[in-house]
């Protein structure tokens, strides 16, 4: 079997939807500073080609005016040029596909299917709240232009979710919580199922880890020795003791009677031993 060159290793792609104004900007930008994707917004692409004055640029300015979709090959082309000059291989992509049309050319053109797809699930009223704040001057967060985008979200973006849905490869989130809240989610996506049983999902550099890891098994290693000598000691103390309190009566004995012995000798003189008791005989004869 043949391994696959660096070269020919295809990108990790992550599709990101939801509906307008559900927080997919807010979280892709939060997973790029943790897990170091690139960050692809379609929608950004596509008002940068509008700034940029090329020649699709006032038929995109009109779809997005329409909260219409921009055909399938003129988002797929700035999608692929985004892809090579970020000299990444993951990345985030925002806000595509929008239909089944857009899907099935990007996986023809680009030969990628998603890892997954982060599907970004709040309701309407909310995601009109949030946009109606959002003061960025896009020219279709206007009331009108954001009940067409509904529409659009409903009628053509939701198939695509369930189409990866049907496939297992949907990761829903609540978005209608708070920006940290989501957040939360979304890391939990997004960190390996190793991680979190090793870490509980906070990251610790291998050096740390390996410096801390060393740390912690010396000390186990000692802990366990120390137990191990005071059971020996405690042991030896419990079996030997009827020996141990029998020696130390024969000291105590031996003791006593050394003792007794001085305190005889002090009063009397010279310790009574059998020569001693005849010559007093003999004295008192
Ligand atoms: N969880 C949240 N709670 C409250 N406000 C939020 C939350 N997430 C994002 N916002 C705010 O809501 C607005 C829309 O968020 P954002 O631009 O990330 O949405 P989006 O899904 O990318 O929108 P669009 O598809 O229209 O580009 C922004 O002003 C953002 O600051
Ligand atoms: O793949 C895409 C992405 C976007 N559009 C058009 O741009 C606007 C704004 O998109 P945001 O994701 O909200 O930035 C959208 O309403 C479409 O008109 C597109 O055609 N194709």
Known sequence: MGTVSDAEKKPAVIFVLGGPGSGKGTQ????????GYTHLSAGDLLRAEIKSGSENGTMIQN????????PSEVTIKLLQKAMQESGNDKFLID?????EENR?????VTKIEPAFVLFFDCPEEEMERRILSRNQGREDDNIETIRKRFNVFLESSLPV?????SKGKVRKVDAAKSVEEVFEAVKAIFTPKEEKVKHHSYAISPCIENNLTLKVSLYASFKKLLQTFSFLIGSIVAIQLPFISRVLNAIRILLKGYREELSFSDTYGPPVTETSLEHNKKVAV
């Not at 892709?28 to 897990?35: D, G, M, Q």
């Not at 806000?95 to 239909?99: E, L, Q, T, V």
């Not at 099935?104 to 023809?108: G, I, M, S, T, Y």
């Not at 979710?161 to 849905?165: A, L, Q």
């Open 104 to 108: 099935a050319a990007f996986e023809a």
């Open 161 to 165: 979710v369930e189409y990866y849905e």
């Open 28 to 35: 892709c930008a939060n997973v790029v500073e943790h897990f």
């Open 95 to 99: 806000g595509f596909p929008r239909n």
């Open 63 to 70: 779809m997005i005016k329409e909260g219409k979709i921009v």
